[in-house]
């Protein structure tokens, strides 16, 4: 501690600062000058470009700039420098320069801000392009389907549009029988004897047991008997293929399309008629009769449907057709005939050995020609019982039209196989009253 001399007066003792109060006072403003010297180096706001803006500015300002670059704060009081947390970086990216929140702007990137006012910037107007664009899309998208996809304008139009229809061929298989297959005198100056059966099945009768070129010869022979015998009418052969046959559950198994086309040529070339048989089965006579329409385009094919196989449960039950559906299936066949021009007349034929298998059979009418409507009948047996038959199914005088069947000895033995015994001969066929129009051995 400083002394004094008892001489000295008061101001003079004022005047001198003693040792240690000044030496405290030099340390302290020292200190003062590294502190002031130290802020100045974390947070530089007098030299800062933006130290007059405002708190919000410089926050904006902050984040625009990329604040992602790992932004600093120091701890206040101190010198050292700490990372920014979570929720300051969050406030920060939140806000917008003009005071508004921050929005993800619609490409998922960019940001749009909303004044906090609340006053949201209207959207500009749709352009005029765009308004037309969705009203006329649609519509062409549907022109260009029409005209792009294959088939399109058929199923829509039912026609090929801006393409004419070019006829189908009335005769896909001319030959110089044409004459006797078209002449519309078939059914009435001639008898029609024909061979029965499936080419790949021997007990359905006896074309399937024998090939064509063997058949042929015996088929004509045996044409040649009956022209011996029935007087002014001609004898014209014919073969009779089951070309859909009755499977379990109603299905129909068609005939093999190469075996069918060799018989259509063979028949043609060889001056035979060929009678197509369909056994319905589940799917009735019309669409039976319908499926058969596209061979009529041969001059020398026939058309023929069996009642017995209209069932599900074929060898097990006897099928039936009504008077109402043989009349459908033969305006059918009329408009088919006549639509497309095709010349000649050509049987439908109907099986019938029972009752049953014809319902309402009077309602039944003959009145749509170029159709002859051929009612056949076709019980197997002795010859009195055939007889029988014959005479019973006879009595429908609104079917004028008669066909008589006979059945071979298949020479094989199966279940539900039937066959004639004896075999009634030509002669007392040919006397049967009314004479029949299609003789078939099956």
């Not at 069947?405 to 066959?419: A, E, M, T």
Request: net charge positive; glycine share 8%; charged share 20%.
């Amino acid at each position: 501690m400083a002394t004094h001399k008892p001489g000295e007066s008061r101001e003079k003792r004022r005047t001198v600062p003693s040792v240690d109060k000044a030496e405290p006072a030099a340390k302290k403003a020292a200190r003062k000058k590294s502190s002031s010297t130290e802020k100045e180096t974390v947070q530089p706001a007098a030299v800062r470009p933006d130290a007059g803006r405002s708190r919000k500015s410089r926050d904006a300002v902050s984040s625009g700039e990329g604040s992602a670059s790992s932004a600093r704060k120091s701890k206040p009081g101190t010198g050292e420098v700490r990372p920014l947390d979570a929720r300051e970086i969050k406030r920060i990216f939140s806000r917008s320069p003009d005071g508004g929140a921050r929005k993800q702007g619609p490409d998922g990137q960019g940001a749009v801000a909303e004044p906090e006012d609340g006053h949201r910037p209207s959207l500009p107007a749709r352009k005029v392009w765009t308004k037309i664009a969705m009203i006329l899309g649609p519509s062409l998208c549907c022109v260009l389907v029409l005209f792009l996809v294959p088939g399109m304008r058929e199923a829509v139009f039912g026609v090929q549009a801006g393409i004419p229809a070019r006829p189908l061929p009335t005769n896909l298989l001319p030959s110089r029988h044409d004459p006797l297959f078209l002449s519309p005198t078939l059914m009435v100056s001639n008898q029609i004897v024909a061979y029965y059966g499936h080419p790949q099945a021997r007990w359905m009768g006896i074309v399937g047991r024998h090939p064509k070129e063997i058949l042929g010869p015996m088929l004509s022979r045996t044409a040649a008997a009956y022209d011996r015998i029935n007087g002014p009418k001609k004898t014209v052969p014919a073969f009779y293929l089951i070309w859909g046959s009755a499977q379990p559950r109603g299905e129909i198994q068609f005939m093999d399309k190469r075996i069918l086309d060799s018989y259509i040529r063979y028949t043609a070339t060889n001056g035979y008629l060929l009678i197509l048989d369909h056994q319905i089965g589940k799917y009735g006579p019309i669409k039976a009769v319908e499926q058969l329409l596209p061979f009529l385009r041969y001059p020398h094919v026939h058309l023929a449907i069996d009642p017995e196989w209209r069932t599900l449960r074929p060898m097990k039950e006897i099928g039936y057709v009504t008077g109402e559906e043989i009349n459908q299936a033969q305006a059918l066949m009329r408009t088919y005939i006549l639509t497309n021009r095709i010349p000649g007349k050509r049987m439908l034929i109907v099986h019938q050995f029972e009752d049953k298998m014809f319902v309402r059979r009077h309602q039944i009418r003959t009145v749509y020609d170029p159709v002859v409507f051929v009612h056949s009948v076709s019980g197997w047996g002795s010859p009195s019982m055939k007889l029988g038959t014959w005479n019973r199914h006879t009595q429908a005088t609104n079917l004028p039209h008669k066909g008589f069947k006979l059945w071979y000895y298949p020479g094989i033995q199966r279940p539900g196989l039937h066959y004639d015994y004896p075999l009634m001969s030509h002669q007392a066929v040919v006397a049967l009253q009314p004479s029949p129009v299609l003789i078939m051995y099956q």
